[in-house]
């Protein structure tokens, strides 16, 4: 079964930073690429940024390029999304999922971390 923790969300200004992070379980952390995900209020999940197992490709959304960063600690099967100049439409839940490419290897979830971006 899939176990994903993420925290760190909370509320924050605009144009400021927040440091999400995921732990999942080693089964599925694994050697997987992670990603994370979004889900606005009445709005259907969408992608925002995966990493490799080895860091050597990441991806993003184009709506996060440049402001966002995903890293991760296999050590710690922890994966972490830095915001920087985060504006009112990042306002969401977050999630993180083992994925191949852009989409998630199932539909199994954690609970997910809300971000609340105010002007």
């Known amino acids: 079964q899939v176990q994903l923790v993420e925290y760190g969300g909370g509320l924050v200004q605009a144009g400021g930073s927040l440091k999400l992070s995921c732990v999942a379980s080693e089964r599925t952390f694994g050697r997987n690429v992670m990603g994370w995900f979004r889900q606005a209020s009445g709005k259907e999940r969408e992608f925002v940024a995966s990493?490799?197992?080895?860091?050597?490709?990441?991806e993003y959304a184009d709506s996060v390029k440049g402001r966002f960063t995903i890293s991760r600690d296999n050590s710690k099967n922890t994966v972490y999304l830095h915001m920087n100049s985060v504006k009112p439409e990042d306002t969401a839940v977050y999630y993180c999922?083992?994925?191949?490419?852009?989409?998630?290897?199932?539909?199994?979830w954690g609970q997910g971390t809300q971000v609340t971006v105010f002007s």
């Open positions: 990493i490799t197992w080895g860091g050597s490709l990441i």
């Open positions: 999922a083992p994925v191949v490419g852009t989409t998630p290897i199932n539909d199994n």
